[in-house]
């Protein structure tokens, strides 16, 4: 447990910064024999403490922004992507790990390798709502690299300053991974022992990467996670496939 505890308090610093927590986690939960449909659920019940400590030291950038749409996408795409989830069988499941993982990482490096501006006013275009809803739903459904896509998807749509798309992105993970609570626990797909030790790791790397976000520019760790995700999904598509 103290290796998860660990492994979480990393993951939660990356999801304040940048995203791509869960691609600490998962193979963490993965490696103690947890199935994947049950590592995606206890990891993603478990990060909920770590959104909300991490967004709640950015909330004061959101202003009197578009709260209530914000509040329907993350609560509606998490708990319908938790459904989807529930679905799956984790045989089934395994085959669509490292293609999801692969996906995320090569969209997230797409948008560091262009050159144009990637901040505009805060408000919701007509567009926003379904990409929104959609990365919501990625959220509830498996949630490895969910800050790495909506930071891709809050900058495709030029979505108020930098700092405003983190706070976006924070506010979605945390509602989307709320949402998953009530699903997954009833599902009984959470290891809830595991789940506490992650919890507690990421509540306290939330808050850290919350403080450390207003400090350092994220780029650099951006493309780490990239490339750490990029290696992750080898290591799959070779265990799963091979």
């Not at 996670?225 to 992750?232: A, D, Q």
Request: charged content about 10%; hydrophobic content about 55%; glycine content about 16%.
């Amino acid at each position: 447990m103290y290796e998860l505890l660990g492994w979480a308090l990393l993951a939660g610093v990356l999801n304040a910064l940048a995203g791509g927590g869960l691609f600490l986690t998962l193979p963490a939960l993965l490696a103690t024999g947890v199935p994947s449909t049950g590592a995606v659920a206890t990891a993603s019940v478990a990060s909920w403490p770590g959104y909300a400590s991490a967004f709640w030291g950015m909330r004061r950038q959101l202003g009197s922004g578009p709260w209530l749409a914000l509040t329907g996408i993350g609560l509606a795409g998490g708990g319908l992507g938790a459904l989807a989830l529930v679905q799956f069988h984790a045989d089934s499941f395994n085959y669509l790990v490292p293609w999801l993982l692969l996906a995320v990482s090569l969209l997230y490096a797409r948008q560091l390798l262009s050159r144009s501006g990637f901040e505009g006013p805060l408000r919701m275009k007509r567009r926003a709502w379904p990409l929104l809803l959609g990365g919501a739903f990625y959220g509830g459904f498996f949630g490895g690299g969910l800050g790495v896509l909506l930071m891709a998807l809050t900058g495709q749509l030029r979505m108020g300053s930098n700092l405003q798309q983190h706070a976006i992105k924070l506010y979605l993970s945390m509602l989307a991974s709320g949402a998953t609570i009530a699903v997954y626990s009833l599902s009984g797909l959470v290891h809830w022992r595991a789940c506490l030790a992650l919890a507690l790791g990421y509540l306290v790397g939330g808050k850290l990467g919350a403080r450390l976000l207003v400090w350092i520019k994220p780029r650099l760790l951006a493309w780490a996670i990239v490339l750490f995700g990029i290696g992750l999904s080898g290591y799959y598509f070779v265990r799963f496939y091979g």
